[in-house]
């Protein structure tokens, strides 16, 4: 489908308004998505369409996932979670997961940074170079 222009105006002004403190509010969220619903303005498909992608960036921008070989120590994942906190600000949700695959190091994706300090990234960039 095709968004137009005032349809992404009105998405991101309504975006705009659900957010409390920079941060996305759900009861807010649900209640803007129940009033155009209601109100079925022109465009409204559009207009949620659009706003449902802008919601999914922003809570994509606000979930970390820390993956790592083994179970890290709880004041290692203390650390990385001000780190994290520090970096992209409050409200960051940190998700720790152990994947043996990467043999060691940590590979951390917060939206669309990824930071890949992983034993197998840097063998898989050993093996291009060759």
């Not at 155009?36 to 999914?56: E, M, N, T, Y």
């Not at 203390?78 to 906190?85: F, R």
Request: net charge positive; hydrophobic share 40%.
């Amino acid at each position: 489908m095709k968004i137009g222009k005032q349809a992404r105006r009105d998405a991101k002004h309504l975006f705009n308004s659900c957010r409390v403190e920079g941060l996305l509010d759900e009861n807010r969220v649900r209640q803007a998505v129940q009033q155009v619903i209601a109100q079925r303005p022109r465009g409204s498909a559009a207009i949620l369409s659009h706003f449902h992608r802008l919601v999914k960036l922003d809570i994509a921008r606000r979930t970390a996932k820390v993956d790592s070989a083994v179970a890290l120590p709880e004041n290692l994942r203390a650390g990385i979670e001000s780190n994290l906190t520090r970096r992209y600000g409050a409200g960051v949700s940190v998700a720790f997961a152990r994947k043996p695959e990467l043999i060691g190091g940590l590979r951390v994706q917060v939206g669309s940074d990824v930071y890949d300090g992983s034993v197998r990234a840097r063998l898989n960039a050993l093996a291009e170079n060759f």
